[in-house]
Protein backbone atom coordinates (compact mmCIF):
# COMPACT_ATOMS: atom_id res chain seq x y z
CA UNK A 1 0.00 0.00 0.00
CA UNK A 2 2.78 2.24 0.64
CA UNK A 3 4.69 1.64 -2.83
CA UNK A 4 1.26 2.20 -4.33
CA UNK A 5 0.75 5.92 -2.60
CA UNK A 6 4.54 6.75 -3.27
CA UNK A 7 3.72 5.68 -7.27
CA UNK A 8 0.22 7.73 -7.33
CA UNK A 9 1.08 10.52 -5.56
CA UNK A 10 4.21 10.88 -7.83
CA UNK A 11 2.08 10.73 -10.82
CA UNK A 12 -0.32 12.94 -10.05
CA UNK A 13 2.56 15.84 -9.06
CA UNK A 14 3.84 15.30 -12.33
CA UNK A 15 0.90 15.88 -13.58
CA UNK A 16 0.18 19.16 -12.24
CA UNK A 17 0.68 21.71 -14.78
CA UNK A 18 3.43 24.46 -13.36
CA UNK A 19 0.93 27.04 -13.31
CA UNK A 20 -1.25 25.07 -10.65
CA UNK A 21 2.59 24.17 -8.95
CA UNK A 22 3.81 27.60 -8.41
CA UNK A 23 0.32 28.81 -7.22
CA UNK A 24 1.00 26.63 -3.82
CA UNK A 25 4.26 25.32 -1.96
CA UNK A 26 5.19 21.76 -2.59
CA UNK A 27 4.72 20.31 1.07
CA UNK A 28 1.01 21.41 0.40
CA UNK A 29 0.73 19.52 -3.03
CA UNK A 30 -0.82 16.14 -1.35
CA UNK A 31 -3.07 18.56 0.64
CA UNK A 32 -4.65 20.39 -2.07
CA UNK A 33 -5.09 17.60 -4.79
CA UNK A 34 -4.21 14.25 -4.28
CA UNK A 35 -5.08 12.65 -1.06
CA UNK A 36 -4.37 8.92 -2.72
CA UNK A 37 -4.15 7.44 0.44
CA UNK A 38 -7.95 8.29 1.30
CA UNK A 39 -9.38 6.06 -2.01
CA UNK A 40 -6.15 3.39 -1.18
CA UNK A 41 -7.43 2.69 2.23
CA UNK A 42 -10.29 2.01 1.13
CA UNK A 43 -9.53 -0.16 -1.53
CA UNK A 44 -7.87 -2.46 0.55
CA UNK A 45 -11.08 -2.68 2.30
CA UNK A 46 -13.61 -3.30 -0.84
CA UNK A 47 -13.19 -6.71 -2.87
CA UNK A 48 -14.68 -5.50 -6.04
CA UNK A 49 -11.35 -2.92 -6.12
CA UNK A 50 -8.75 -5.33 -5.36
CA UNK A 51 -8.02 -6.51 -9.74
CA UNK A 52 -7.14 -3.14 -10.40
CA UNK A 53 -3.88 -2.62 -11.79
CA UNK A 54 -1.38 0.01 -10.95
CA UNK A 55 -2.02 1.87 -14.26
CA UNK A 56 -5.59 2.19 -13.77
CA UNK A 57 -5.68 2.81 -10.15
CA UNK A 58 -3.05 5.80 -10.85
CA UNK A 59 -5.16 7.53 -13.55
CA UNK A 60 -8.37 6.60 -12.86
CA UNK A 61 -9.19 6.41 -9.17
CA UNK A 62 -6.07 8.29 -7.63
CA UNK A 63 -6.17 11.26 -10.14
CA UNK A 64 -8.17 14.46 -8.09
CA UNK A 65 -9.88 15.76 -11.48
CA UNK A 66 -11.83 15.05 -14.47
CA UNK A 67 -11.97 18.45 -16.86
CA UNK A 68 -11.14 22.28 -15.92
CA UNK A 69 -13.46 22.10 -12.70
CA UNK A 70 -12.22 24.21 -9.90
CA UNK A 71 -9.23 22.42 -7.95
CA UNK A 72 -10.96 21.19 -4.43
CA UNK A 73 -9.95 19.40 -1.73
CA UNK A 74 -13.23 17.43 -2.18
CA UNK A 75 -12.17 13.58 -0.90
CA UNK A 76 -12.73 14.19 3.01
CA UNK A 77 -16.25 15.35 2.47
CA UNK A 78 -16.91 12.61 -0.57
CA UNK A 79 -15.39 10.17 2.06
CA UNK A 80 -18.11 11.30 4.58
CA UNK A 81 -20.53 10.85 2.09
CA UNK A 82 -20.11 7.12 0.22
CA UNK A 83 -18.61 5.94 3.76
CA UNK A 84 -22.31 6.41 4.39
CA UNK A 85 -24.00 4.87 2.03
CA UNK A 86 -21.96 2.03 2.25
CA UNK A 87 -22.43 1.20 5.69
CA UNK A 88 -25.60 1.22 5.23
CA UNK A 89 -25.87 -1.11 2.23
CA UNK A 90 -23.34 -3.68 3.80
CA UNK A 91 -25.60 -5.60 5.95
CA UNK A 92 -28.72 -5.38 3.66
CA UNK A 93 -27.17 -5.07 0.42
CA UNK A 94 -25.03 -7.85 -1.96
CA UNK A 95 -22.14 -5.33 -3.24
CA UNK A 96 -20.49 -8.12 -4.70
CA UNK A 97 -19.50 -6.60 -8.11
CA UNK A 98 -18.41 -3.34 -9.14
CA UNK A 99 -22.03 -3.07 -11.09
CA UNK A 100 -23.25 -3.67 -8.11
CA UNK A 101 -21.56 -1.10 -6.10
CA UNK A 102 -22.06 1.62 -8.73
CA UNK A 103 -25.47 0.81 -9.04
CA UNK A 104 -25.68 1.34 -5.41
CA UNK A 105 -24.13 4.66 -5.01
CA UNK A 106 -26.54 6.02 -7.82
CA UNK A 107 -29.32 5.41 -6.02
CA UNK A 108 -28.17 6.68 -3.14
CA UNK A 109 -25.66 9.76 -3.41
CA UNK A 110 -28.11 12.60 -4.07
CA UNK A 111 -30.42 12.55 -0.74
CA UNK A 112 -29.40 14.01 2.18
CA UNK A 113 -30.96 10.90 4.52
CA UNK A 114 -28.09 8.36 2.83
CA UNK A 115 -25.18 10.75 2.91
CA UNK A 116 -25.90 12.77 6.07
CA UNK A 117 -24.69 15.99 3.67
CA UNK A 118 -26.59 19.43 4.53
CA UNK A 119 -28.29 19.26 0.57
CA UNK A 120 -29.94 16.89 -1.50
CA UNK A 121 -28.35 17.05 -4.81
CA UNK A 122 -30.46 17.81 -8.09
CA UNK A 123 -30.05 18.60 -11.85
CA UNK A 124 -30.69 21.90 -12.74
CA UNK A 125 -29.33 22.80 -16.72
CA UNK A 126 -26.48 25.20 -17.73
CA UNK A 127 -24.66 25.72 -14.70
CA UNK A 128 -21.33 24.81 -15.77
CA UNK A 129 -18.88 26.02 -15.49
CA UNK A 130 -20.46 28.22 -12.57
CA UNK A 131 -20.85 25.14 -10.70
CA UNK A 132 -19.37 21.96 -11.93
CA UNK A 133 -16.56 21.29 -9.13
CA UNK A 134 -17.93 18.66 -6.47
CA UNK A 135 -17.89 20.90 -3.37
CA UNK A 136 -19.76 23.47 -5.47
CA UNK A 137 -22.45 20.93 -6.28
CA UNK A 138 -23.13 19.99 -2.67
CA UNK A 139 -23.21 23.12 -1.36
CA UNK A 140 -25.59 24.52 -4.02
CA UNK A 141 -27.54 21.55 -3.99
CA UNK A 142 -28.06 21.55 -7.79
CA UNK A 143 -25.35 21.25 -11.02
CA UNK A 144 -26.18 20.60 -14.59
CA UNK A 145 -24.61 17.33 -16.23
CA UNK A 146 -20.98 17.78 -16.14
CA UNK A 147 -21.28 18.67 -12.24
CA UNK A 148 -23.08 15.68 -11.53
CA UNK A 149 -21.25 13.59 -13.29
CA UNK A 150 -18.12 14.79 -11.58
CA UNK A 151 -19.56 14.37 -7.85
CA UNK A 152 -20.84 11.08 -9.23
CA UNK A 153 -17.27 9.86 -10.96
CA UNK A 154 -15.56 11.47 -7.39
CA UNK A 155 -17.72 9.48 -5.42
CA UNK A 156 -16.77 6.18 -7.56
CA UNK A 157 -12.84 6.93 -7.07
CA UNK A 158 -13.22 6.95 -3.82
CA UNK A 159 -14.46 3.44 -3.02
CA UNK A 160 -11.85 2.09 -5.16
CA UNK A 161 -14.03 1.97 -8.82
CA UNK A 162 -11.81 3.42 -11.81
CA UNK A 163 -14.05 6.39 -13.45
CA UNK A 164 -13.77 9.16 -15.69
CA UNK A 165 -16.59 11.41 -17.09
CA UNK A 166 -17.61 11.27 -21.04
CA UNK A 167 -18.61 14.58 -23.42
CA UNK A 168 -19.98 14.46 -27.08
CA UNK A 169 -18.79 16.55 -29.86
CA UNK A 170 -21.41 19.33 -31.52
CA UNK A 171 -21.87 17.27 -34.53
CA UNK A 172 -23.16 14.33 -32.18
CA UNK A 173 -20.52 11.29 -34.01
CA UNK A 174 -17.43 11.51 -31.56
CA UNK A 175 -17.44 10.78 -28.31
CA UNK A 176 -14.50 11.46 -26.00
CA UNK A 177 -13.40 10.78 -21.95
CA UNK A 178 -11.65 12.59 -19.79
CA UNK A 179 -7.84 11.14 -18.53
CA UNK A 180 -4.57 12.94 -16.44
CA UNK A 181 -2.06 11.44 -18.67
CA UNK A 182 -1.59 13.15 -22.05
CA UNK A 183 1.11 11.70 -23.47
CA UNK A 184 -1.46 10.08 -25.80
CA UNK A 185 -1.80 13.57 -27.36
CA UNK A 186 -5.94 13.78 -27.71
CA UNK A 187 -7.71 16.65 -25.88
CA UNK A 188 -10.92 15.82 -24.61
CA UNK A 189 -13.28 18.93 -25.71
CA UNK A 190 -15.35 20.81 -23.74
CA UNK A 191 -19.13 22.62 -24.87
CA UNK A 192 -18.38 25.60 -22.39
CA UNK A 193 -14.72 26.12 -23.11
CA UNK A 194 -14.12 25.06 -26.48
CA UNK A 195 -10.72 26.88 -27.65
CA UNK A 196 -9.00 25.01 -24.24
CA UNK A 197 -7.30 22.10 -25.55
CA UNK A 198 -5.10 21.60 -22.55
CA UNK A 199 -7.41 18.99 -21.14
CA UNK A 200 -6.17 15.35 -22.20
CA UNK A 201 -9.03 12.59 -22.99
CA UNK A 202 -9.63 9.60 -24.87
CA UNK A 203 -11.59 8.93 -28.16
CA UNK A 204 -14.12 6.17 -27.47
CA UNK A 205 -16.46 6.87 -30.36
CA UNK A 206 -16.26 2.93 -31.34
CA UNK A 207 -16.35 2.00 -28.39
CA UNK A 208 -19.94 3.49 -27.42
CA UNK A 209 -21.16 2.90 -30.84
CA UNK A 210 -20.42 -0.85 -30.25
CA UNK A 211 -22.03 -0.59 -26.94
CA UNK A 212 -25.09 1.17 -28.00
CA UNK A 213 -25.57 -0.93 -31.20
CA UNK A 214 -26.39 -3.53 -29.12
CA UNK A 215 -29.15 -1.69 -27.30
Given at each position: MVRFTILAITALTIGIS?????????????????????SLDTQQKSSWAWNL???IYQEYVATYAHVNEARVDWRPIITTA?????DNAL???????VEDVVSYISSQMWHTET???????TFKSS???????????LIYGYASCTGVSILFADALKYVGIAARIPAKMAN????????????????HPMAWDLENLEVPGDDR???YQDACNKC
Open positions: DAAQTSCASDEVQHRYPRPEISQDTSAILSTTDLSTTGLVNNVQTPLICDPMSTGKQIFSSRFDASNGVATVY
